[in-house]
């Protein structure tokens, strides 16, 4: 059992920057990939980047590469999401995830809203 609360999410202007956060508690969180995935309105859900617990390399999606920045730190077990850059475009809510074979875990989620 894992439980995910995300937070920071909010209305910035093109170019700004937010800091995402995931808390998450539950039994063996170690053995658990984090992730994040955004759902715009009338979209399907997109995967936007991933890191393990354990110290895994970060992956991203092409259309966040080199603006985004996931990263954890383990003794508050929390999971941030440092978006840069923002774009219009990038407006959605942003969700956290956690994935262990076939266990998955969501949040509730937070939006993120970029005027132009």
């Known amino acids: 059992q894992v439980q995910l609360v995300e937070s920071g999410g909010g209305l910035v202007q093109a170019g700004a920057s937010l800091r995402l956060s995931c808390a998450a508690s539950?039994?063996?969180?170690?053995?658990?990939?984090m992730g994040w995935f955004r759902q715009a309105s009338g979209k399907e859900r997109e995967f936007v980047a991933r890191?393990?617990?354990?110290?895994?390399?970060?992956y991203y999606a092409d259309s966040v590469k080199g603006r985004f920045t996931i990263s954890k730190d383990n003794a508050k077990n929390t999971v941030y999401l440092q978006m840069n850059s923002l774009k219009p475009e990038d407006t959605a809510v942003y969700l956290c995830?956690?994935?262990?074979?076939?266990?998955?875990?969501w949040g509730q989620g937070t939006q993120v809203t970029v005027s132009s």
């Open positions: 539950g039994r063996t969180l170690s053995s658990y990939t």
């Open positions: 890191i393990s617990w354990s110290g895994g390399i970060p």
């Open positions: 995830n956690a994935r262990w074979n076939r266990n998955s875990y």
